[in-house]
Nanobody, 126 residues
């Protein structure tokens, strides 16, 4: 059984940076797709960034140029480097993972991953 645990959230000021981590265990498949999602107060969940085990990535337009998704070290760990944070980035951030069965664009849009973490809160305010 796959387990996913996020960490690294916190309260920061606009313009600050944070690095979220997602540690996984139990992954036995080779083609791994992983993603970060977020749900802000009163908002629907949205895809933030996706990554394929071959290194391909996709980002939501709202975070392009500010956020970077990466994986590995340890194997199947997932990270989200968030720079120049804005108040609208305030949300609960979730990590998700499964054996790749869709395009990264569809994962970003639909968020239909099989395994999810419990989330880590990011709050950006002055």
């Amino acid at each position: 059984q796959v387990h996913v645990v996020e960490s690294g959230g916190g309260s920061v000021q606009p313009g600050d940076s944070l690095r979220l981590s997602c540690m996984t265990s139990g992954i036995t498949y080779n083609r791994v797709c992983m993603g970060w999602f977020r749900q802000g107060p009163g908002k629907e969940r949205e895809g933030v960034a996706m990554i394929h085990s071959d290194g391909d990535t996709r980002y939501a337009e709202s975070v392009k140029g500010r956020f970077t998704i990466s994986k590995g070290n340890p194997e199947n760990a997932l990270y989200l480097q968030m720079n120049d944070l804005k108040p609208e980035d305030t949300a609960m951030y979730y990590c998700a993972v499964e054996a790749c069965r869709r395009s990264l664009e569809r994962y970003l849009a639909l968020g239909d991953f099989g395994t999810w973490g419990q989330g880590t809160q990011v709050t950006v305010s002055s």
